[in-house]
């Protein structure tokens, strides 16, 4: 049906909406509706932006990670093999990695050669020294969790081998 015969309906919950001045009909809606618009826009002024800088965008916000960090990498199960370990080395927009503009990234230094990078991209910019080839990568913030994370030590070291 189209819309304009619709509208001319006086059995629709259109016209039910009119009559009873509710939704966008309701003089007080638009007062409503521009006070909140005006509140977000107050709070999103309010709200750091990520700058191009990592220790700013890490000092302003206290739910990014800080620089030179410890932490660590990986899903829930932190426990299971594979976890990579390191300090947060940059914080801030990564333009090379497709995504929303602005989006923040956290480069990580890691403790193994377990990683995608050196802390920058071939031919592109570098946003950090990860010390050697395959030590740097970028994760989002979600997936870093920054405290008290010691060097995993190998287990298997020379004193093992010794005894077998």
């Known amino acids: 049906m189209p819309s304009e015969?619709?509208?001319s309906r006086s059995d629709s919950v259109?016209?039910?909406?009119?009559?009873n001045q509710l939704g966008r009909f309701d003089p007080s809606a638009s007062a409503q509706s521009q006070q909140q618009q005006q509140q977000q826009q107050q709070q999103q002024q309010q709200q750091p932006t990520p700058s191009t800088t990592s220790?700013?965008?890490?000092?302003?916000n206290p739910l990014l990670p800080p620089l030179d960090a410890?932490?660590?990498?990986?899903?829930?199960?932190h426990q299971a093999a594979g976890e990579r370990r390191g300090?947060?080395?940059y914080v801030g927009p990564v333009d090379e990695i497709p995504g929303p503009r602005n989006a923040v990234w956290v480069g990580v230094r890691l403790d193994?050669?377990?990683?995608?990078n050196d802390g920058g991209f071939e031919g592109g910019k570098r946003y950090f020294?990860?010390?050697?080839?395959k030590r740097g990568v970028f994760v989002r913030p979600d997936r870093v969790e920054w405290g008290d994370f010691p060097v995993v030590e190998d287990y298997l070291g020379d004193e093992?081998?010794?005894?077998i």
Do not use: H
């Open 55 to 60: 220790t700013s965008t890490s000092t302003t």
């Open 5 to 7: 015969t619709y509208a």
């Open 160 to 163: 093992v081998m010794e005894e």
């Open 70 to 77: 410890r932490c660590r990498l990986g899903s829930a199960d």
């Open 129 to 133: 020294d990860a010390g050697g080839s």
């Open 87 to 89: 300090i947060i080395a």
């Open 112 to 116: 193994e050669p377990l990683g995608k």
């Open 14 to 19: 259109l016209a039910w909406k009119r009559r």
